[in-house]
């Protein structure tokens, strides 16, 4: 009887401690959840979170990624910035990215979109400062959306852009933020720590 609680009590641990966590043993030895390191069949990035015996409880994403130094684009054209995020094929994503930036000047937008894998569901909304009294509320259902963007700035004064969304994909693969000048041979900069989030629900 008294094993049995004990075994009982172990597993209630197992299911709270998280990862590279040792318990005591029901036998007077112990119990190691071993965690992210431990190579589990059908267990996909980021790994298990928990692996005992033949239980494994895999680990839901949730991962941000910062730029570390300044980014611009003159061309017009959407640029993969630095900021990607690797999806597995049929899972439903969350994602929210912080974007600062600044522009060449006061007729000339920061523009900001998204791109991927396949999917069978994409949206997101935003909020983006145009310059001290202004706001646009970019938003997209396909890929490099065009919906409302930017179309001015504050010449080399640091601007802020959030972003809100959701992703359903149908394939694996990097899921990044890209950016564009509103004016083509008019510079405009994401600024290092601007960041990209993507977390499962």
Do not use: H
Not at 28 to 39: E, H, Q, S
Not at 83 to 109: D, Q
Not at 170 to 196: D, H, I, K, Q, Y
């Amino acid at each position: 009887m008294k094993r049995g609680l004990m075994v009982g009590l172990i597993l209630a641990l197992v299911s709270f401690v998280g990862a590279q966590t040792t318990v005591p043993g029901g036998g007077g030895g112990a119990v190691t959840i071993t965690g992210g390191t431990t190579a589990t069949s059908g267990c996909a990035s980021p790994g298990p979170l928990i692996s005992v015996g033949n239980v494994v409880t895999c680990a839901k994403l949730d991962q941000t990624d910062y730029l570390t130094a300044d980014e611009s684009d003159v061309t017009g054209a959407y640029v993969n910035s630095g900021l990607s995020i690797a999806l597995e094929s049929g899972k439903t994503y969350l994602f929210e990215a912080n974007v600062i930036g600044t522009t060449a000047g006061s007729t000339i937008g920061l523009q900001v979109a998204f791109n991927g894998p396949t999917f069978s569901l994409f949206s997101y909304t935003s909020l983006a400062q145009l310059n001290t009294n202004q706001m646009a509320f970019p938003w997209g259902i396909t890929y490099d959306a065009t919906n409302a963007l930017p179309a001015a700035g504050v010449a080399s004064t640091q601007m802020a852009q959030r972003y809100w969304g959701i992703i359903t994909t149908t394939a694996a693969g990097n899921f990044v933020l890209r950016f564009r000048t509103e004016v083509g041979a008019s510079s405009v900069s994401l600024l290092a720590g601007s960041s990209l989030r993507v977390y499962q629900p």
